[in-house]
């Protein structure tokens, strides 16, 4: 059983709390609108009414706000009292944010972790729960355990902290790729009359080749192996700009369209055209 310290009551943050006050341990809570502490402690937390009360008797301080930046401001004028404690925060931020924080937390003897919740607060404490972590060394030999109660299928990914920014990012980019890709083709298909109903009843259709796209990808790009493909760069290229005429012809939003063209173009003009499609996310010239 630990001492813990839950700061910020939000969806995420009460789910959070609920969660190790069931897991038994002892649980403190503080959120900037008192009343979202009621339920908690007739769970059995001890509500505060400062941040510094819920952290002063804890060993381990879970931050759930709105963001790194966020965090940063709350925590600064507490931030003698962190001394030998671990801070951890889940809530979400870019990674200059992330370096900050951490340098902000280390700078006063504490040790971090940064958590990437994956999951809606009704999935917290479940078995199949994902919370990807970073933090310094030896935070997940000592809390890795509570992090697992949150969600049983948690990992430790490094000690660095912009990975897990990074990570986000790129993981937020294949769900929105696909969330975006929905909503552009309802957009073409909408010019072109196409009812909605129909577009929809069709996509399912396209997830079962998506999965085939990330076999495809586990395949090719982890080894660096983009040799015989079974439909090269090149066809894609012709493809996307079928694609893209159609969007301009029919005045539909064609950027999203027009940028994976451009992508493939380049490529292929950069005598890429025979090899795979994903030899797009290692080929050079592409850097930001
Ligand atoms: N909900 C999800 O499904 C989910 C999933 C993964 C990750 N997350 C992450 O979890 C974090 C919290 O999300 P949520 O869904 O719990 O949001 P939420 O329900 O909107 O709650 C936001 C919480 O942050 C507090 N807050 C906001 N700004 C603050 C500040 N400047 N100082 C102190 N407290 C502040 C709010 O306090 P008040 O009550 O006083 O407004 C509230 O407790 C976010 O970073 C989010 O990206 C959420």
Partial sequence: MAKIAVLGLGSMGAALAACLVRAGHEVRVWNRTAAK?????EMGATACATASDAVSPSEF???CIKSHRDTIALIEPIASELKGKMVCDMSSGDTADAEELVSLITSHGASFMLGMINAYPSGIGGAETTILTVGSPGSWERYGEVIRQLGAKSAHVGETPTALAALFAGLFTVRQGFMFGMINGAAVCQKAGIPMQVFADQIPASIKLVH????????????????????SLKVYALALEDALKTFRTLGAPHEFI??????????WDAG???????VLATSPGRDG
């Avoid at 502490?37 to 402690?41: D, G, I, R, T």
């Avoid at 890429?272 to 994903?278: A, E, F, I, S």
């Fill in 37 to 41: 502490a009621e339920p908690l402690a």
């Fill in 61 to 63: 301080v879970l931050i």
């Fill in 272 to 278: 890429l055209g025979d090899k795979q499609l994903t």
């Fill in 258 to 267: 027009q940028n994976m063209h451009d992508q493939t173009r380049a490529a």
């Fill in 212 to 231: 085939d796209y990330y076999d495809l990808f586990a395949r090719t790009v982890p080894a660096g192996d983009f040799d015989d493909p079974e439909a």
